[in-house]
């Protein structure tokens, strides 16, 4: 079977919750992988070039969508994670995380024209109560310590 083929792919299934209303005021956990798990970013306390531009385009994201904001965030070598608070429905989470992975890339294609810093998509979890935003904010503050544990470790 030849995968380079679009035609040849399984149809591609939503990562999105069915029924739920993604510009209602939420709090989202968000991970955002680089293609094919590249470690393009650095280490959370020696960034890349590209990682200072990853960390810097998340400071900018309330700037860019007025009234958004980001508690918490980590850019580790080969992904990031952030927590977003949309309080209203004025933007829809793929459009502010769209525009994020778009500023990423223009910044590496000012030296890397062809390449692809994304994966396709991103992950988000719905941050349901009080308990699974302690949770959530202490691994993101966790994770740069297991990155020597991680599979996608060099």
Same mark, same amino acid.
């Given at each position: 079977?030849?995968?380079?083929?679009?035609?040849?792919?399984?149809?591609?299934?939503?990562?999105?919750?069915?029924?739920?209303?993604?510009?209602?005021?939420?709090?989202?956990?968000?991970?955002? %992988?680089? +293609?094919?798990?590249? %470690? #393009?970013? !650095?280490?959370?306390?020696?960034?890349?070039?590209l990682g200072s531009? $990853?960390?810097?385009? #998340?400071?900018?994201?309330?700037?860019?969508?007025? !009234?958004?904001?980001?508690?918490?965030?980590? /850019?580790?070598?080969? +992904?990031? +994670?952030?927590?977003?608070?949309?309080?209203? $429905?004025k933007y829809n989470? $793929?459009?502010?995380? !769209?525009?994020?992975?778009?500023?990423?890339?223009? %910044? $590496?294609?000012?030296? +890397?024209?062809?390449?692809? /810093?994304?994966?396709?998509? *991103? *992950?988000?979890?719905?941050?349901?109560?009080? /308990?699974?935003?302690?949770?959530?904010?202490?691994?993101?503050?966790?994770?740069?310590?297991?990155?020597?544990?991680?599979?996608?470790?060099?």
């Open positions: 079977m030849v995968f380079d083929d679009p035609k040849n792919l399984r149809p591609r299934r939503s990562p999105r919750l069915p029924g739920l209303d993604y510009t209602a005021a939420n709090v989202y956990f968000v991970t955002v %992988c680089t +293609h094919r798990k590249q %470690c #393009i970013f !650095g280490l959370p306390d020696a960034p890349t070039v531009a $990853a960390a810097q385009g #998340i400071r900018e994201i309330p700037a860019h969508f007025p !009234g958004v904001r980001v508690d918490k965030w980590v /850019v580790m070598p080969n +992904h990031i +994670h952030m927590m977003l608070l949309t309080p209203h $429905a989470l $793929a459009d502010i995380i !769209g525009s994020y992975k778009s500023y990423v890339s223009k %910044c $590496a294609h000012q030296t +890397h024209p062809q390449c692809t /810093v994304w994966q396709r998509s *991103y *992950y988000d979890r719905v941050v349901r109560d009080k /308990v699974s935003y302690l949770e959530f904010w202490q691994y993101i503050d966790n994770n740069p310590a297991k990155w020597l544990l991680d599979e996608y470790h060099p």
